[in-house]
């Protein structure tokens, strides 16, 4: 019997180091693989610094549910140093003990229009609810293995396509920053940025041993974001100068389960969306972070990364953090400078902590200019969705993929801006679910992408055949 068991733990172990396609995808060899070093302490700091800098939703997306809370301008700085903190703590969870992959955890932007309804709604009690409820609902489809057989209607295609819709949705928000009001000193901060990244990448390939090109972001948002900026006066010192040294998180900030929390159905409802839509994504960057980490995406990589993205929710709902998802910029980081070290990340964890310690420290990044932060976006939003496109053309591309990519791209770019703008006011009128289920472009890729994979592969294809 205790053979047996021991087999059947073997198998499973087995079962889970299978690839999830059985296509094998052209992935992109790195300077650095996932396990291993840069050779020097001040370079670990460097790249895990400059991952950092790219992340400017924990400071937008925390406020928008404080907001819709109805809690002040201070109450909401607050939540934003609580995002920072934890977002350290799921990063660390997801390195060491999740899927192991270079994946930074944030605040998700898709559970933050979930819970601003939930919140507004509801209230703050029931909203951590609901967040508690989802965290459980995540750990458990990790644990449980499910992912393993749902990975057949996730094809290299269907996750090429999600890919390339994440490239191209961060895009429109980076370029939302870039242009603002439209003012000229964005663009020329923009133009700026574009140029400084550039120059460094290609030109700095041999300076310092290569450090300069691998840094490129790095440098160019101090040079550009902090010393350019400053000179044109368009850092806002006054929110570093505002903010403490230091500030120590507190456990259970709104209460916990059985002390303040409270658990009502449609709260629970509308947080789950949120996360499914979460969960979705997820799946989408541990496939693109495999492709340009030099990894095969595997079957334990799905599991073990929502199992953790859920544990490391949980977490962040402790401390009155925001749940948090894994961050495609971050990804585009690694395909733009070619650094896919673990350790990097984990130093990147370590540095975002000590940004929740030291609100005026994280407030640095509030300061620099969003144009600035909007064209590093853009630039690595390029390389995201090159990354897709690199997954797409490793599938084969008969009759059938050719109809289920094409379709699902053009409803995941097309159907938000019909839904938005076209009959918005209609849209607002149906319930949050349906709402995401149309304006979100990376959950209908994933969606949409699943429903014509199952028609046209598993369906109309046999019934062809037979005929």
């Known amino acids: ?34 396990d291993e070093r840069p050779a020097s302490w ?53 390195t060491v003990f999740g899927n192991r992959l270079p994946l930074i955890q944030g605040p998700s932007a898709t559970l933050t229009g979930a819970l601003s309804s939930v919140v507004s709604l509801y209230g703050i009690p029931a909203m951590w609810g609901g967040v508690l409820a989802g965290a459980l609902m995540e750990m458990v489809i990790g644990l449980s293995g499910i992912l393993r057989v749902l ?45 400084s990244i550039f120059l460094l990448q290609f030109l700095g390939g041999k300076t310092a041993g290569g450090i300069v090109s691998r840094g490129s972001i790095f440098f ?78 595997k079957v334990r990589h799905m599991n073990r990364g929502i199992a953790a993205e859920g544990f490391g929710c949980l977490v962040a709902s402790l401390f009155g953090g925001i749940p948090v998802t894994s961050y495609t910029q971050n990804i585009g980081v690694i395909a733009t400078t070619k650094i896919a070290s673990r350790f990097v990340v984990q130093i990147a964890a370590l540095i975002l902590m000590l940004y929740g310690l030291s609100p005026k420290v994280g407030a ?35 009759t059938a993929n050719t109809f289920l990519v094409g379709t699902t791209l053009m409803l995941a770019i097309n159907l938000p801006i019909c839904a938005t703008y076209v009959v918005g006011s209609w849209t607002k009128t149906l319930p949050p679910i349906v709402q995401l289920f149309l304006t979100n472009s990376v959950v209908i890729a994933v969606v949409g992408g699943i429903v014509l994979n199952l028609l046209i592969n598993f369906i109309l294809v046999p019934l062809s055949d037979r005929r």
């Not at 499973?12 to 180091?17: F, P, T, V």
């Not at 995808?25 to 650095?32: A, F, M």
């Not at 603002?180 to 574009?194: H, P, R, S, W």
């Open 42 to 94: 001040w370079e670990c700091l460097l790249y895990g610094w400059q991952h950092t800098l790219v992340d400017i939703s924990p400071f937008v997306l925390p406020l928008l549910v404080a907001t819709a809370a109805g809690l002040s301008e201070a109450e909401g700085a607050i939540w934003v140093n609580r995002g920072l903190f934890t977002m350290g703590i799921a990063t660390l969870i997801m």
């Open 151 to 195: 990975r057949k209607v996730f094809p290299v295609a269907v996750s090429g396509v999600v890919v390339i819709t994440i490239g191209f949705s961060l895009a429109k928000t980076a370029t939302i920053w870039i242009v603002g009001k439209g003012d000229l000193v964005n663009f020329v901060l923009a133009a700026a940025t574009v140029l």
């Open 364 to 398: 640095l990044l509030v300061a620099i200019p969003r144009s600035v932060i909007g064209t590093v976006f853009l630039v690595v939003c390029g390389t995201i969705a090159v990354s897709g496109l690199k997954l797409v053309t490793s599938a084969k591309l008969d």
């Open 220 to 297: 160019t948002i101090w040079i550009v974001g902090l010393g350019l900026a400053g000179i044109m006066g368009q850092v806002r010192w006054d929110i570093v100068a505002s903010k403490p040294w230091f500030d120590l998180p507190k456990l259970f900030p709104y209460g916990g389960p059985g002390f303040g929390w409270e658990f009502a159905a449609g709260a629970i409802i509308g947080a789950l969306v949120g996360y499914l839509g979460s969960m979705l994504e997820s799946l989408g960057d541990y496939a693109a972070v495999c492709a340009v980490s030099g990894e095969v995406y």
């Open 1 to 34: 019997m205790k053979e047996s068991s021991t087999y059947d733990i073997a198998q499973k172990g087995n079962r889970d180091d299978e690839a999830v396609w059985e296509e094998r995808p052209e992935i992109v060899t790195p300077i650095l693989k996932i």
